[in-house]
């Protein structure tokens, strides 16, 4: 692994945008021949091309500015995905309302009949069954 160490010193390297690349690349592939469409293969290919020019180059500071931009938008959404793959996962545990007052989500364990429920962030009372 020596050898690789010192083709990357002085390099950026992957990150996050890096790998996201080639995640996408990768997809694009696998897709692509069942869909009939050549120019995804392009595509794919400019991504990974794109992705080692990434990973090659020595401006560390455009980089690193790409990526932020990048982690700027993917962040949220992997943060949304996560909350939601979450909620699905817990739904035969607990069931979720919304507060009346201030529709704040409210997360209580299902099976134990109509409750009254105190919202954490208003204090407003409301009963449910749970
Ligand atoms: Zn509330």
């Known amino acids: 692994m020596n050898w690789l160490r010192r083709l990357m010193y002085g390099k950026y ?23 009939k469409m050549n120019w995804l293969t392009l595509i794919s290919t400019l991504l990974i091309i794109l992705c080692y020019v990434r990973m090659f180059s020595k401006n560390f500071g455009k980089r690193r500015e790409e990526n932020e931009r990048f982690l700027r938008i993917y962040q949220p959404i992997k943060f949304k995905v996560q909350r939601l793959l979450n909620r699905q996962k817990d ?19 299902r099976g134990k009949g109509k409750i009254a429920i105190t919202c954490p962030m208003c204090r407003e009372e409301f009963v449910r069954k749970s």
């Open 91 to 109: 739904q035969k545990v607990y069931k979720y309302f919304k507060c009346p007052k201030c529709s704040k989500t409210i997360r209580i364990p």
């Open 13 to 35: 390297g992957s990150d996050q945008l890096s790998i996201a690349l080639l995640v996408v690349a990768v997809l694009i592939s696998i897709v692509s021949p069942f869909l």
